[in-house]
């Protein structure tokens, strides 16, 4: 069975740090495309980050670009979100997904990714 958990989330203050992680099973994560999304209430889910874990191609949104931080493991199937110097804007249900065909055109496209895990909340607040 293909499946993605992520884990890592949780209530946080302004300014500090959280690192997600997304494990996968059921399949290998090399040379495919994954992404990080969140959903805050009332919001339309949006794109934060992606990753071609083939080569390390990653691009962030404006949002995410400069604090947060998207990275791999092959070995241990896993991807990751460091997320530093939070703000309340930040707060949402993260989401991580995968593309399971080997391909590079990583783009942050909610219909090219046909796993999703669960979610994992973050909550900053001042």
């Known amino acids: 069975q293909v499946q993605l958990v992520e884990s890592g989330g949780g209530s946080v203050q302004v300014g500090e740090s959280l690192r997600l992680s997304c494990a996968a099973s059921?399949?290998?994560?090399?040379?495919?495309?994954l992404a990080w999304f969140r959903q805050a209430p009332d919001q339309e889910r949006e794109g934060v980050a992606t990753?071609?874990?083939?080569?390390?191609?990653?691009y962030y949104t404006d949002s995410a670009k400069g604090r947060f931080t998207i990275s791999h493991d092959n070995a241990k199937n896993t991807m990751y979100l460091q997320m530093n110097r939070l703000k309340p804007e930040d707060s949402a249900m993260y989401y991580c997904a995968a593309d399971r065909r080997n391909w590079a055109g990583c783009t942050l496209r909610e219909v090219n990714f046909s796993v999703w895990g669960q979610g994992t909340q973050v909550t900053v607040s001042s």
């Open positions: 059921g399949y290998s994560i090399g040379s495919t495309c």
């Open positions: 990753l071609y874990t083939g080569t390390g191609y990653k």
